[in-house]
């Protein structure tokens, strides 16, 4: 089954730029989704089919991908922006199509 | 606003049996495929099950087939996890999501989760 690699942890100052990093195989060839969630709240997209934004999401965040990462960037960073981040794709080719890596927690 | 209202979650112990339910509103369920996700302790997202808008496809995770059955009834609006042989792993806050299958989206909108923990 296919698999998306996260870095448990990431930490950035107040201001600066935070890059989570999501790892497949051929993961150039997939969409990649990014959501965001918080301790207690529901899962929140933030980004969808690699670098698109869903209404209401700040423009802090961005997505790419290049060779076999995608990358969610969010920019001047705030403390509200902690949370732990997930990327997810749909393995159509799989009879257990829905994946999620495993997450990155970011602190500020 | 897209509103997912889950219920169902409470304490049964190992062996047993629940069922969850989750009630749309604010769109056109029927046009929408669905999934459940679960998020136990200090762990990461899982992705559980996937119904089509029709119904006519379902996909389970491992960890789940031949234990778990998702259903829908498109004339309530609502989406259903039987679950069976429930397990002390499958302790977990359960959620609804919208699907967006022409993007692979698992869930562009969420409900707020009901919380189900398998203890004796």
């Known amino acids: 089954s296919y698999v998306l690699s996260q870095p448990p942890s990431l930490s950035v100052a107040p201001g600066q730029t935070a890059s989570l990093t999501c790892g497949g195989n051929?993961?150039?060839?997939?969409?990649v989704h990014w959501y965001q969630k918080k301790a207690g709240q529901a899962p929140v997209l933030v980004v969808y089919?690699?670098?698109d934004r869903p209404s209401g999401v700040p423009e802090r965040f961005s997505g790419s991908k290049s060779g076999n990462t995608a990358t969610l960037t969010i920019s001047r960073v705030e403390g509200g922006d902690e949370a732990d981040y997930f990327c997810q794709v749909w393995d159509s080719s799989s009879d257990h199509p829905g994946v999620f890596g495993g997450g990155t927690r970011l602190t500020v | 606003e897209v509103q997912l209202v889950e219920s169902g979650g409470r304490l049964e112990k190992p062996g047993g049996s629940l069922r969850l339910s989750c009630e749309a509103s604010e769109f056109n369920f029927g046009d929408y495929g669905m999934n459940w996700v679960r998020q136990a302790p200090g762990k990461g997202l899982e992705w559980v099950a996937y119904i089509s808008a029709t119904g006519s496809v379902v996909y389970y995770a491992d960890s789940v087939r031949g234990r778990f059955t998702i259903s829908r009834d498109n004339a309530k609006n609502s989406l259903h996890l039987q679950m069976n042989s429930l397990r002390g792993e499958d302790t977990a806050v359960y959620y609804c999501?919208?699907?967006?299958?022409?993007?692979?989206?698992?869930?562009?909108?969420w409900g707020q989760g009901t919380l189900v923990t398998v203890s004796s």
């Open positions: 089919v690699n670098e």
């Open positions: 051929d993961i150039g060839t997939r969409s």
């Open positions: 999501a919208r699907a967006n299958m022409i993007r692979g989206i698992l869930g562009d909108h």
